[in-house]
């Protein structure tokens, strides 16, 4: 909604009209969206019958701890942690804007789940230090490095040191492949470069990171990744599919859309990316 409105795409009039609908999204994330208290935003599955894995990444096997284990619930992931915080300061400046109360409240959620996720979410392993996939259930680190972490590029939740550390890690050889950023890096035991979410390359995912990377002001760390998924648009005849191999040569995954909505868009971020390099 801010972004729209930003970008000229509502009035002020008809941001009004979205006025009910932006104070219960915020109550939701505030009150609602942390099942155990803890004050971070988690999913889980309580019926049996749905997705065991609530995020973008939304296979069974897809949040991994680094030695390939898996976690169980409920998880927190860290981009929803981003994804909360940006909205919650974004949808304050909305009310204040709409003379609406809870503006104030929500910055303050905001600055207590940056301090929160920075004592619970950061990890090191090898002497680098990138931010955990998630929190499973009992509050552990899933260690894995993945490219979950380049989501928080931008939000706002990381401080500049972090986010050159972030830019950093998705910008090594263990992430980017070559033609795109992995899902999960080389180095984690659950790495396999034609899985779902373990290792393969989904476009969507390396243009998000590189938006990020382009708001964070860590152009420079996005050239990698840009020159990748041209490398792997060319491989495809411009065609790109939903996602493909982590390494080697440009192999698409067995069951994937080809072409497909959202890896077309890819090139749109790409082409600000590289307009912003400029």
Not at 255 to 269: E, F, G, H, L, N
Request: a negative charge.
């Amino acid at each position: 909604m801010h972004d729209t409105w930003r970008a000229g795409g509502l009035t002020d009039v008809e941001l009004a009209e979205f006025g009910p609908a932006l104070t219960a999204a915020l109550a939701w994330i505030a009150e609602y969206g942390d099942a155990d208290g803890d004050g971070f935003l988690e999913y889980i599955d309580e019926s049996g019958r749905g997705l065991a894995n609530q995020g973008w990444k939304d296979s069974g096997d897809s949040v991994r701890f680094a030695d390939g284990s898996q976690a169980t619930g409920p998880v927190a992931l860290c981009e929803v942690q981003g994804y909360a915080y940006e909205a919650a300061v974004k949808g304050a400046e909305l009310l204040d804007l709409l003379g609406l109360d809870g503006g104030d409240r929500h910055r303050a959620w905001a600055a207590g789940m940056a301090d929160r996720f920075r004592a619970a979410f950061w990890c090191e392993r090898d002497g680098e230090r990138y931010p955990a996939l998630a929190l499973d259930g009992s509050k552990r680190r899933v260690d894995s490095l993945t490219s979950n972490i380049g989501h928080l590029l931008g939000t706002g939740l990381l401080t500049a040191d972090e986010e050159r550390q972030v830019a950093r890690m998705v910008a090594s050889p263990a992430l980017d492949s070559g033609l795109g950023l992995r899902t999960m890096s080389t180095r984690d035991g659950g790495y396999s470069p034609l899985s779902y979410h373990c290792g393969s390359v989904w476009p969507h995912d390396t243009a998000i990171v590189i938006s990020g990377l382009v708001k964070a002001g860590l152009v420079e760390h996005a050239a990698g990744l840009v020159e990748g998924l041209l490398r792997a648009s060319d491989a495809f005849d411009q065609r790109v599919p939903e996602l493909w191999s982590g390494e080697g040569r440009p192999v698409p995954y067995p069951a994937a859309c080809r072409p497909q909505a959202w890896s077309a868009a890819a090139a749109v971020t790409v082409a600000e990316a590289l307009r912003a390099a400029r």
